[in-house]
């Protein structure tokens, strides 16, 4: 069982950047994907990013490629966020989350508010 906590959310004015983290413990981190994932209040969840085991690739959602990049340290069993010229839309409730064996995203944090002020 992995246990995936968030850190780093809070109010940002439009045009800023934030920096979230998700620090992973009970399960071999380096093997597995890990990705963010947004909710919006009224919305569903959407991805967000995504990074694979050894940090060589990522792919983004079309609404945050160029201004998000996500990182990962395998050392530190934390994965990173770089979130930069925040809007207002990239207000939510961002989570994170961990490739299961079956593919499937099988865990989840319990999310961290990102508000971006206009």
């Known amino acids: 069982q992995v246990q995936l906590v968030e850190s780093g959310g809070g109010t940002v004015q439009a045009g800023g950047s934030m920096t979230l983290s998700c620090a992973a413990s009970?399960?071999?981190?380096?093997?597995?994907?890990m990705g963010w994932y947004r909710q919006a209040p009224g919305k569903e969840r959407e991805f967000v990013a995504a990074?694979?085991?050894?940090?060589?690739?990522?792919n983004y959602a079309d609404s945050v490629k160029g201004r998000f990049t996500i990182a990962r340290d395998n050392t530190k069993t934390t994965v990173y966020l770089q979130m930069n010229s925040l809007k207002p839309s990239d207000t939510a409730v961002y989570y994170c989350?961990?490739?299961?064996?079956?593919?499937?995203?099988?865990?989840w944090g319990q999310g961290t508010q990102v508000t971006v002020s206009s």
């Open positions: 989350a961990q490739e299961s064996a079956a593919g499937t995203w099988g865990s």
């Open positions: 009970g399960r071999a981190f380096g093997t597995y994907v």
């Open positions: 990074i694979s085991w050894s940090g060589e690739r990522a």
